[in-house]
């Protein structure tokens, strides 16, 4: 099962614009600070969250050492598991903001990339991060994208859903609809929230679940159907 996802912004988009609101100040949530400064004043932590322990943790446990996140938005995350760990981190977005991540050079790599389109030039020595991207993508889009995984030679791919629906979910969009008539305010097409089941029917030729780990977001530890060694 799956809905579909809306959002309101503070700005006057009428349509998902990740750059925009990446350069967007008043957008707190998805804005990238133009110093390196800022942005470490904006991601850090004394201390691992629950989340970065388990990546960190199985990351380890699979003998690996590199992490490769698609579509990294502010890289909060990544940052993390960058800080608490020795691990290669690698950042990607959709859109030229990644490149103020490069230029502060926190991690070992930042790229421009549409994981669609562009090749991934990744094999088995990389652990794969998909960092609440699921919304952005079909069903086709998203299983394609698994599919690219599994052809690259990636065993292990942290999954963290974005939305997993549910009544909260369900509940949050009628909420949604409610603010967007009482403030006037368009709500903007964000994607698409799914159920277990339909994530399971999408990565499944590709992947199987290993592990679940819940904090406030799901975490899905991935492993391919015929994992090479």
Same mark, same amino acid.
């Given at each position: 099962?799956?809905?579909? %996802?809306?959002?309101?912004?503070?700005?006057?988009?009428?349509?998902?614009?990740?750059?925009?609101?990446?350069?967007?100040?008043?957008?707190?949530?998805?804005?990238? +600070?133009?110093?390196?400064?800022?942005?470490?004043?904006? @991601?850090?932590?004394? $201390?691992?969250?629950? $989340?970065? *322990?388990?990546?960190?943790?199985?990351?380890?446990?699979?003998?690996?050492?590199?992490?490769?996140?698609?579509?990294?938005?502010?890289?909060?995350? $990544?940052?993390?598991? =960058?800080?608490?760990?020795?691990?290669?981190?690698?950042?990607?977005?959709?859109?030229?903001? @990644?490149? &103020?991540?490069? *230029?502060?050079?926190?991690?070992?790599?930042?790229? /421009?990339?549409?994981?669609?389109?562009?090749?991934?030039?990744?094999?088995?020595?990389?652990?794969?991060?998909?960092?609440? /991207?699921?919304?952005?993508?079909?069903? %086709? *889009?998203?299983?394609?994208?698994?599919?690219?995984?599994?052809?690259?030679? /990636?065993? %292990?791919?942290?999954?963290?859903?974005?939305?997993?629906?549910?009544? &909260?979910? /369900?509940?949050?969009?009628?909420?949604? #609809?409610?603010?967007?008539?009482?403030?006037? =305010? +368009? &709500?903007?097409?964000?994607?698409?929230?799914?159920?277990?089941?339909?994530?399971? =029917?999408?990565?499944?030729?590709?992947?199987?679940?290993?592990?679940?780990?819940?904090?406030?977001?799901?975490?899905?530890? #991935? *492993?391919?159907?015929?994992? &090479?060694?």
């Amino acid at each position: 099962m799956q809905i579909k %996802h809306f959002a309101i912004f503070k700005n006057q988009t009428e349509t998902l614009n990740w750059e925009n609101l990446r350069n967007d100040e008043t957008e707190q949530p998805y804005f990238i +600070p133009f110093t390196k400064e800022d942005y470490i004043s904006k @991601v850090e932590s004394d $201390e691992p969250s629950r $989340e970065t *322990q388990f990546i960190l943790q199985e990351t380890n446990n699979v003998g690996l050492r590199k992490i490769f996140s698609l579509g990294s938005g502010i890289a909060a995350l $990544e940052y993390q598991l =960058k800080k608490f760990s020795d691990y290669s981190v690698v950042v990607t977005d959709n859109n030229s903001s @990644v490149l &103020r991540l490069k *230029q502060f050079g926190v991690f070992d790599n930042a790229i /421009i990339l549409d994981a669609l389109q562009d090749s991934l030039s990744l094999d088995k020595s990389w652990v794969v991060l998909f960092p609440r /991207i699921d919304t952005e993508f079909d069903n %086709h *889009q998203l299983q394609e994208l698994f599919a690219k995984c599994y052809n690259s030679g /990636i065993n %292990h791919i942290f999954f963290i859903p974005a939305e997993l629906l549910s009544l &909260r979910i /369900i509940i949050a969009e009628v909420k949604i #609809l409610i603010i967007s008539i009482m403030l006037n =305010k +368009p &709500r903007i097409f964000c994607g698409y929230a799914r159920s277990m089941k339909s994530f399971q =029917k999408i990565w499944n030729p590709y992947y199987k679940l290993e592990k679940i780990y819940k904090t406030d977001k799901s975490i899905f530890l #991935l *492993q391919s159907t015929e994992n &090479r060694r």
